[in-house]
């Protein structure tokens, strides 16, 4: 089971840190992914990680402003948002692959979700 917190309403230009807990199970092997949804727009990958930290992807639209991280010792994932601006605003969903973190139909797991605000 994963389960995401740290969303919430915040200022554009200011940053929020998002967690995803794994329960259940390590998630030491898999890769871990966010994703995001707006309203009435289809899900999008955000940043991925692989187990080891070694590779490191993001979407060109949070690039520069976003870090993904992991701790396989907690069994946590982290989003780092910083800059935020309006069209951030979506619920982030983090899930586990073992496949292509881009690849939807491969997540393994996903979480519920959080809901990120960005407004003034």
């Known amino acids: 089971q994963l389960v995401e917190s740290g969303g919430g309403l915040v200022q554009p230009g200011h940053s929020l840190k998002l967690t995803c807990a794994a329960s259940?199970?390590?998630?030491?092997?898999?890769?871990m992914v966010w994703y995001r949804q707006a309203p009435a727009k289809e899900r999008e990958f955000v940043a991925s990680?692989?187990?080891?930290?070694?590779?490191?992807k993001y979407a060109d639209s949070v690039n520069g402003r976003f870090t993904v991280s992991r701790n396989n010792n907690k069994n946590e994932a982290y989003l780092e948002m910083s800059s935020l601006k309006p069209e951030d605003t979506a619920v982030y969903y983090c899930?586990?692959?073992?496949?292509?973190?881009?690849?939807?139909?491969?997540?393994?797991?996903w979480g519920e979700g959080t809901q990120v605000t960005v407004s003034s």
């Open positions: 899930a586990a692959t073992w496949s292509d973190p881009k690849d939807v139909s491969k997540i393994r797991y």
């Open positions: 259940g199970g390590a998630i030491s092997s898999y890769a």
């Open positions: 990680i692989t187990w080891s930290g070694a590779i490191i």
